[in-house]
């Protein structure tokens, strides 16, 4: 496949061919077709179903009382067949969660769902039972944020992919370095656009970077963390502390500010081969001086306690902090003139595809401990309808007997 496309964009005109060049190197930033490939869900062994029955079985079972069994509510999922019944689904998803069941959905199941979305069109259902993962019970792996993901990047629709980078960091759920590098990826192309960003946008933009930042000891790592615990700090000194770590997994310490600097400082100090963005350089020190241009009166004014008013203070001191150590980088030559969207690039095509490897393997193996569950769960409730069964019968024979 790569080469069909090399050759159908590798034109003899030289003119073109930087043209070309950024084509691929865009192309690498995605996940490639074997990754996103339905071929090994879809083949899963069957079970035919009609959705209607399903349908008409579960209202019946919920009028009686009775608890849905993760089974029936599978395989409801595993028949959805146009974006309508996704739709309809929506129902039936919120119902099971709030049964005496809810912990029973398959992990199998949650999965079915989000390929089912994404195959009917119906990306924007996918992002809403996420986002309301609580009254759906959502809660995706690794491999399947990789997928929705990827789904939003390859549309260009960046600001959606970081809605599910979102959820990630919510879930701290960056164990995967390609979900590591695809979030990076949403993020740093996100914040190449120059949105104009709420508060709470910002506080969810800085842990993620922060978050994820973590996970990676390099250029892009570091510089990523830095812009994180900046606009976290930038959110600490206008809203208080107790807006930062509200519902959301962060310290409750304050002097995030603190922090940043304390990384560039480490930086310069421990990992002397690592250089930080200066595009993210240059964000940082606009924080500061954004906060420095804050009137005294607005910033008291939205004091919660005296532990935020004594990080406001600090402000000073962080400037000209932040300034000896721009100048101790600049001196050490550990500064990249390369934006963060550029570094993440970089990183995204040396190592994105080596990820996909390992990634699949793992996928094939969970899908069939997958199916290994679903027949052992499929083999009890034959063996629980038998006994069922049995138990009317002798229960007739009884009858008829007296």
């Known amino acids: 496949m790569a080469a069909s496309i090399l050759q159908r964009c590798l034109f003899p005109v030289q003119t073109l061919s930087k043209c070309v060049n950024y084509r691929l190197s865009v192309r690498r930033c995605l996940l490639s077709s074997a990754y996103t490939d339905t071929a090994l869900w879809e083949q899963r062994q069957k079970d035919p179903q009609d959705l ?5 079985l579960m209202d019946r079972t919920y009028e009686r009382k009775f608890p849905v069994s993760s089974l029936v509510i599978g395989r409801f999922i595993d028949t959805l067949s146009s974006r309508e019944e996704v739709d309809q689904a929506e129902y039936y998803l ?40 609580v ?8 491999f399947t944020f990789n997928l929705l993901i990827d789904s939003f990047i390859k549309d260009s629709d960046f600001k959606g992919a970081c809605s599910v980078v979102e959820e990630v960091m919510l879930q701290e759920a960056f164990e995967r370095l390609s979900t590591q590098i ?24 800085g842990a993620s970077l922060m ?17 994180g615990l900046a606009l976290i700090g930038k959110v600490e000194l206008s809203r208080g502390i107790h807006a930062v770590f509200h519902q959301i997994p962060l310290m409750w310490t304050s002097g995030y500010l603190g922090r940043a600097l304390a990384l560039i400082d480490t930086v310069c100090c421990d ?35 005296e532990e935020d008013h004594l ?47 390992s990634d699949l393997a793992q996928y094939r193996q969970t899908v069939c401990d997958w199916e290994a569950e679903r027949h052992q769960l499929i083999q009890r409730e034959r063996e629980t309808k038998e006994k069922r069964q049995e138990e009317r019968l002798n229960k007739q024979r009884v009858g008829a007997a007296q």
């Open 135 to 142: 009254q759906f019970g959502m809660f995706p792996d690794d």
């Open 271 to 305: 990992f002397t081969h690592v250089k930080l963005s200066q595009e993210v350089l240059d964000s940082v020190e606009k924080i500061l001086q954004d906060l420095s241009e804050i009137p005294d009166g607005q910033i008291s004014a939205n004091d919660s306690d």
């Open 94 to 133: 919120y119902k099971f969660r709030h049964s005496p069941n809810c912990w029973y959905l398959r992990d199998w199941s949650v999965h079915s769902w989000f390929r089912q979305c994404l195959k009917h069109g119906a990306r924007d259902k996918a992002l809403y039972t996420l986002k309301n993962k």
């Open 52 to 56: 209607g029955q399903l349908a008409s």
């Open 311 to 357: 990080e406001r203070l600090k402000l000073p001191e962080y400037m000209k902090r932040f300034k000896e150590l721009k100048d101790r980088l600049v001196a050490q030559d550990q500064t990249d003139p390369r934006s963060l969207d550029s570094l993440v690039s970089d990183l995204t095509r040396d190592t994105l595809a080596a990820c996909e490897e």
């Open 211 to 227: 978050l994820v930042g973590l996970k990676q000891e390099n250029s892009v790592g570091f510089s990523a963390r830095l812009l």
């Open 182 to 205: 695809l979030s990076l990826h949403a993020l740093s192309k996100y914040l190449a656009t120059k949105p104009e960003l709420s508060w709470q946008e910002e506080r969810i933009m």
